[in-house]
T-cell receptor
Framework: EPEVTQTPSHQVTQMGQEVILRCVPI?????FYWYRQILGQKVEFLVS????????KSEIFDDQFSVERPDGSNFTLKIRSTKLEDSAMYFC????????????????FGPGTRLLVL | GQSLEQPSEVTAVEGAIVQINCTYQ??????LSWYQQHDGGAPTFLSY????GLEETGRFSSFLSRSDSYGYLLLQELQMKDSASYFC?????????FGSGTQLTVLP
């Protein structure tokens, strides 16, 4: 069964450093998302991406964040200058078309990247 | 914006039925989704209601009442493996906002 993959599974970085989190969404999906989950808290929406541009973003997704789909398969989240409070699990998700109806709510999540900022 | 409320935790015994409620306040509401998450792993899609009424998928059912801004997830014949966090999610046109999650503990 197709699945969303993410790399790396764990990332440790120093405060102020740039990190790039990578995702390979399910191949025929059209919508891509990033979420984060701080330990013990809820999953929070960061950004959605459709047709090679940002579709929606939350207040969390400030200027230090950016997303890119550099080729036909990868979807990346870049954090330019990491802060301690960026430590979290970052999930990528994708959704697509089913029977002609766009089901954005049926999102398939990757296993996540655990980011630790020291 | 969106905000969703659900109980923080629920406990039930194996074989029982449990209902997890979710109330929401949203703009541009599309429908209500339910996701399961084991121990910080990837959330897994369970169910989605775009219309009022009950949707059944095996042991899981989900209900939506748009007029009451309310929905629930019903889990029947509980198994130990159902112990997990359950999140309701409200979709607008371009994003999905989750509730804080309900930790379900299934006891033997």
């Amino acid at each position: 069964e197709p699945e969303v993959t993410q790399t790396p599974s764990h990332q440790v970085t120093q405060m102020g450093q740039e990190v790039i989190l990578r995702c390979v969404p399910i191949s025929n999906h059209l919508y891509f998302y990033w979420y984060r989950q701080i330990l013990g808290q809820k999953v929070e929406f960061l950004v959605s991406f459709y047709n090679n541009e940002i579709s929606e973003k939350s207040e969390i997704f400030d200027d230090q964040f950016s997303v890119e789909r550099p080729d036909g398969s990868n979807f990346t989240l870049k954090i330019r200058s990491t802060k301690l409070e960026d430590s979290a699990m970052y999930f990528c998700a994708s959704s697509g078309l089913a029977g002609g109806t766009l089901l954005k709510e049926t999102q398939y999540f990757g296993p996540g990247t655990r980011l630790l900022v020291l | 914006g969106q905000s969703l409320e659900q109980p923080s935790e629920v406990t039930a015994v194996e074989g029982a039925i449990v209902q997890i409620n979710c109330t929401y306040q949203t703009s541009g509401f599309y429908g209500l989704s339910w996701y399961q998450q084991h121990d910080g792993g990837a959330p897994t899609f369970l169910s989605y209601n775009a219309l009022d009424g009950l949707e059944e998928t095996g042991r899981f059912s989900s209900f939506l009442s748009r007029s009451d801004s309310y929905g629930y997830l019903l889990l029947q014949e509980l198994q130990m493996k159902d112990s997990a966090s359950y999140f309701c999610g409200a979709g607008s046109a371009r994003q999905l906002t989750f509730g804080s999650g309900t930790q379900l503990t299934v006891l033997p």
